[in-house]
């Protein structure tokens, strides 16, 4: 597995900490993850895939909401399959990606991302990271919805040696993080 860096295009905050709620964005309401409980700056591991999360700094974007974003992968490697670790606002949301070789063949994919928000007492999937509660702005709490990320693996026709990556735009499809899977293992 490769992680894909997107430290430099992170453009977005889904998570705030306690002493920061007003930070959020991830919906017009200001709502956000709390940062206490993501594992920024290590690995997580969602739905077999592993993850790079970025490191996370008080009021700092830490994601990309996709607008176009095209990202260096910085190694020529194979890639079977390409995992992302994301989130849909309002709703389920459809994720365009472009992986692009050096000589400029371009290989497209589409992922599925699920709706941010859960009701607290959905059932678990393996595909979900969950966490503990969801941030107000206004500094309160309810115990209705729980924010979620969600893995999603799409499998490359053939092998592909991607130079670049581009997140095409929807606003609406947050990225967390990017796995470049390099084994033929079967993904699903």
């Known amino acids: 597995m490769h992680a894909i860096d997107l430290a430099p295009h992170c453009n977005a905050c889904a998570a705030t900490f306690d002493s920061e709620r007003s930070a959020g964005c991830v919906n017009i309401w200001g709502n956000s993850f709390p940062a206490e409980d993501v594992p920024f700056g290590r690995p997580i591991i969602v739905g077999g895939v592993t993850y790079q999360l970025v490191a996370k700094q008080p009021g700092a974007p830490d994601h990309v909401e996709a607008l176009g974003q095209r990202i260096e992968i910085g190694v020529v490697a194979v890639g079977y399959a390409l995992g992302v670790l994301g989130f849909g606002e309002l709703g389920p949301q459809t994720l365009m990606l472009r992986l692009t070789d050096r000589f400029g063949a371009v290989v497209g994919v589409r992922v599925q991302l699920p709706n941010w928000l859960l009701p607290r007492g959905a059932p678990a ?50 990225v967390m993080a990017v796995t470049m899977l390099q084994n033929g293992g079967g993904y699903v």
């Open 125 to 174: 999937r393996t595909a979900t990271w969950r966490a503990s509660h969801l941030h107000y702005v206004g500094d309160y709490e309810l115990d209705h919805l729980c924010p979620a990320m969600f893995s999603a693996t799409v499998p490359l026709l053939a092998p592909f040696w991607p130079v670049t990556l581009t997140i095409e735009p929807n606003p609406l499809a947050h």
